[in-house]
Nanobody
Framework: EAELVESGGGSVQAGGSLRLSCTASGFVFDDSDMAWYREAPGSECVLVSRISADGRDTYYSESVKGRFTISQSRSRDNAKNTVYLQMNSLKPEDTATYYC???????????????WGQGTLVTVSS
C-alpha cells in the first residue's frame, strides 16, 4: 500500500524560504511521477509542480516558476523515494496546505492522483 508522508511546512515571512519533503513508500517508483499540489482556504486544489519518474521532466505552475524547485532522491534499495519542494521568495499568496501525490493526472488542470499525503500547512505572512 502506498504511503506518502510530508514534512517541512510552517510559518515564514514573505521573501523567506521553506523546503517541503515527502517520503514515499509501498509502490513502484519507476512507474509513477511525483507531484505537489496546494489548496488555499476557499480555493480549489491546484498542481504546483511535478517530476517524472526518471526525474528528467519537471512542471511548474506559472505562479511558482522560478521560485520553486522540485527534486527527488531514492534510497539505495529503491524502497523509498523522497521528493522535495524547495520554495524560495515566498509570497503571502503561497499560503496553503501542500499535498504530496503520486501518479498525478496528466491534466495539469485537474487535482487527481493515485495516492496522497496528509498535507502540510505553509503560512506566509506579509
Amino acid at each position: 500500500e502506498a504511503e506518502l508522508v510530508e514534512s517541512g511546512g510552517g510559518s515564514v515571512q514573505a521573501g523567506g524560504s521553506l523546503r517541503l519533503s515527502c517520503t514515499a513508500s509501498g509502490f513502484v517508483f519507476d512507474d509513477s511521477d511525483m507531484a505537489w499540489y496546494r489548496e488555499a482556504p476557499g480555493s480549489e486544489c491546484v498542481l504546483v509542480s511535478r517530476i517524472s519518474a526518471d526525474g528528467r521532466d519537471t512542471y511548474y505552475s506559472e505562479s511558482v516558476k522560478g521560485r520553486f524547485t522540485i527534486s527527488q532522491s531514492r534510497s539505495r534499495d529503491n524502497a523509498k523515494n523522497t521528493v522535495y519542494l524547495q520554495m524560495n521568495s515566498l509570497k503571502p499568496e503561497d499560503t496553503a496546505t501542500y499535498y504530496c501525490a503520486a501518479g498525478s493526472s496528466p491534466d495539469v488542470g485537474s487535482c487527481m492522483a493515485d495516492a496522497w499525503g496528509q498535507g502540510t500547512l505553509v503560512t506566509v505572512s506579509s
